[in-house]
Structure formats: C-alpha cells, structure tokens
T-cell receptor, first 118, second 109 residues
Framework: KAGVTQTPRYLIKTRGQQVTLSCSPI?????VSWYQQTPGQGLQFLFE???????NKGNFPGRFSGRQFSNSRSEMNVSTLELGDSALYLC?????????????????FGPGTRLTVL | TQLLEQSPQFLSIQEGENLTVYCNSS?????LQWYRQEPGEGPVLLVT?????EVKKLKRLTFQFGDARKDSSLHITAAQPGDTGLYLC?????????FGKGTRLSVIA
C-alpha cells in the first residue's frame, strides 16, 4: 500500500508570494490533516479535511487555507508569505474516528514539504 | 487545549545504554500515541496506549501509560544508532491531535 505523498519536497519563496502544497493520502483514507513543524513550536495543527469539508481548524491566520478534492487529495495554500512561515509542512491521512480498525485518530504522515521563505 | 510536556528535550547516549523519556500533562488523556521522526521524514506511529497502567512492548521499546492516564513513558533498552530520532507523544482520541515538542535522541556508536 503506497504511503502518503507530498509535493513538492522542497520549496523556496520570497516574502509576499503565495504557495500551494499538495498531499495524496493513503488509498482508502478520507481524512487529511495538515501540520506545521518548526524547531521552536514543534508540530502545530493547521486543519483537517474529511469528505471535502473542513472539519477542524487550528489557530493560524486566514492566510493559511486548504481544500480537499473528491478523490481525498488535499492542497494547502499560504498567501502573502512571511519569513516566519518557513517550516516543514506535514500532511497526514487517517481513518475517521470510529471507522475501520483504528478509533484513535492515528496519523500516517507524508515526508513533508520544506518551505523556506527569503 | 491539552498541553503535553516532554522531557528531556535532548538526550545523547552511547550505544548499549538504556534510557527513558517522558510525556506529562495535567489533563487526562483518552489515549496516547508515540511517534518517531527521522531527519527529512514525517513522524511514524510506534504505538497507541489506551488503558491506564497499560504496558506495550515493541522489541527493545517499552511504552507505559500512567494509571491516571495523565502521563506516559518510553523506555529503550540497549539503544542502537538506529534509534536516533525525534520521539513525539500525542494526545489522541480527540480531534485534532495535540503533540508534545518531542525528545531528540542521539545514540552514538
């Protein structure tokens, strides 16, 4: 079974630009979550999508947005990039709570996209 | 929001040594997950503990969930260089998961 894939793996942008990151979940997983990882703050939750609907949102500004397509693939977008947005952006897929073998929201992570904002 | 404190933040040990890392909170968890993250990769789920007092073993790794379900520990016996990585705990059973900041382990050959 293929794992979670994320593209691109590395990205360099300048302040003020916008960026779109892509995530393909494990086949059969319909829930996709996005996280931002930095050395200072650790892993912070951005948002979660299930069946093309945003189900939860973390405490990030509106510059961070996302969407999910009918095939469960997801994208996240960051507009008006700031230096502080430099981070590893991780996507994770999971079976929704209460479904399948897992009812504990176990996350299967992709390798991440390393975003550097100059 | 549950706050998870992991300790120590950094740990550097020699191959063959034993170690324990901790994950603590003032809140009660319904369940807790441990992940390991290697450089350049995403975290990989190691185990989920659910019941207070539960102990789970994964080869040389032993995971324990506190009786009151407020804390957890990970013990590694005879550490090897392949154990090097960032160990993260996460409070689960809720949406979304809440992660601790991790313990960065370095095992030197």
């Amino acid at each position: 079974k293929a794992g979670v894939t994320q593209t691109p793996r590395y990205l360099i942008k300048t302040r003020g630009q916008q960026v779109t990151l892509s995530c393909s979940p494990i086949s059969g997983h319909r829930s996709v979550s996005w996280y931002q990882q930095t050395p200072g703050q650790g892993l912070q939750f951005l948002f979660e999508y299930f069946s093309e609907t945003q189900r939860n949102k973390g405490n990030f500004p509106g510059r961070f947005s996302g969407r999910q397509f009918s095939n469960s693939r997801s994208e996240m977008n960051v507009s008006t990039l700031e230096l502080g947005d430099s981070a590893l952006y991780l996507c994770a897929s999971s079976l929704p709570l209460g479904l399948g073998k897992s009812s504990y929201n176990e996350q299967f992570f992709g390798p991440g996209t390393r975003l550097t904002v100059l | 929001t549950q706050l998870l404190e992991q300790s120590p933040q950094f740990l550097s040990i020699q191959e063959g040594e034993n170690l324990t890392v901790y994950c603590n909170s003032s809140s009660v968890f319904s369940s807790l997950q441990w992940y390991r993250q290697e450089p350049g990769e995403g975290p990989v789920l190691l185990v989920t503990v659910v019941t207070g007092g539960e102990v789970k073993k994964l080869k040389r790794l032993t995971f324990q969930f506190g009786d009151a379900r407020k804390d957890s520990s990970l013990h590694i016996t005879a550490a090897q260089p392949g154990d090097t990585g960032l160990y993260l705990c996460a409070a689960s059973g809720n949406t979304p998961l809440v992660f601790g900041k991790g313990t960065r382990l370095s095992v030197i050959a």
